[in-house]
């Protein structure tokens, strides 16, 4: 079996598929070599084998833990990499990874408080965290809050009875859980708040509430990963940026603030992205005419970048665009 892409160097095998939720799917992949990866990582996985669709998925397994690598993935409506792992991959079919990326781990956090914040599938990296602090950090003192829709939704529900978690319920709390959401009130319950280190993943929202909330209550130390999900281009039409994109011979809007990532996703603009950080480099775009700035030039080339291309998730677009 040939590699799809060097991005993706990679062969793992399904040894087998668990559902978790009535949409969620925990892969169990076996890899006949040692592959590195710390807790809280993710790896860019080649959709259908190939070499143009890559999308990124948190490894939820947990190194010198589990006894397989695993990415547990929600089924997303027309989402290609979703749909693909959900429905068509089954056991004895092969998946070919990127090496292990990001920086959301806690392997190099030296605190002994940590409060870990999760929401729907954001409780992946925190799930493989919170394994690794029990295996090779047992003195820490952990807490979880996680957040979900309805008590059926709690991915890695059998697990869970193993560590100390706050489950809350948005809907239909049964016993076992809280009503509601993430609150001040059940934030001013954990010990020794602005003392601890906290790490939060989830929808944009709940984390930017989150962030701010801890931080009102005195922590120094807030760490996050964003899954992003495009925004619906409402009133897209005659408000915010302007951006024209020449080879598709369309115009479209998006609003102050949004990345170029962004503002093309939100108005069916085709691109591929994959890491969103600013690493693999797959959302390389071409801009004619405006001003931005970039948090990330990695994969450019001097040249690329001096001819104005640009990683799409890390431009920040200053005003109107003009694209390739």
Not at 12 to 23: N, S, Y
Request: aromatic share 10%.
């Amino acid at each position: 079996m040939t590699m799809p892409t060097p991005q993706c160097p990679w062969r793992m095998q399904v040894h087998h598929i668990h559902q978790e939720t009535p949409d969620v799917w925990t892969l169990s992949l076996l890899c006949h070599d040692y592959y590195p990866y710390r807790a809280g990582q993710y790896a860019l996985v080649s959709i259908a084998n190939s070499a143009t669709t890559l999308r990124a998925y948190t490894l939820s397994s947990t190194p010198g833990v589990s006894e397989y690598i695993t990415l547990t993935v929600r089924r997303i409506a027309g989402g290609a990499g979703s749909q693909w792992l959900t429905g068509e991959v089954k056991r004895g079919d092969y998946l070919w990874l990127s090496d292990a990326q990001g920086h959301f781990t806690c392997d190099n956090e030296a605190q002994d408080k940590l409060l870990l914040l999760a929401a729907g599938c954001g409780v992946t990296p925190i799930m493989s965290m919170r394994r690794w602090l029990a295996k090779y950090r047992p003195a820490v003192d952990v807490r979880v809050i996680y957040n979900i829709r309805s008590p059926q939704e709690v991915i890695f529900a059998d697990e869970w009875r193993d560590y100390a978690v706050t489950l809350v319920a948005e809907q239909s709390a049964s016993a076992g859980f809280v009503s509601g959401r993430l609150s001040h009130a059940l934030l001013n319950e954990v010990p020794d708040l602005a003392g601890r280190t906290v790490f939060c993943c989830g929808p944009a929202p709940y984390m930017a509430w989150a962030e701010e909330a801890v931080k009102q209550g005195g922590v120094t130390r807030f760490f996050k990963e964003q899954f992003f999900t495009p925004t619906t281009s409402v009133a897209a039409a005659t408000e915010g940026l302007k951006f024209s994109k020449l080879s598709a011979g369309k115009t479209f809007f998006a609003p102050q603030g949004s990345s170029l990532l962004q503002a093309l996703e939100s108005n069916n603009v085709p691109i591929i992205a994959a890491c969103r950080e600013g690493v693999c480099g797959c959302c390389k775009t071409q801009v004619l005419a405006g001003e931005y700035h970039v948090s990330s030039t990695a994969t450019l080339t001097q040249q690329e970048i001096d001819d104005g291309f640009v990683l799409a998730c890390s431009c920040q677009p200053e005003g109107d665009m003009v694209l390739a």
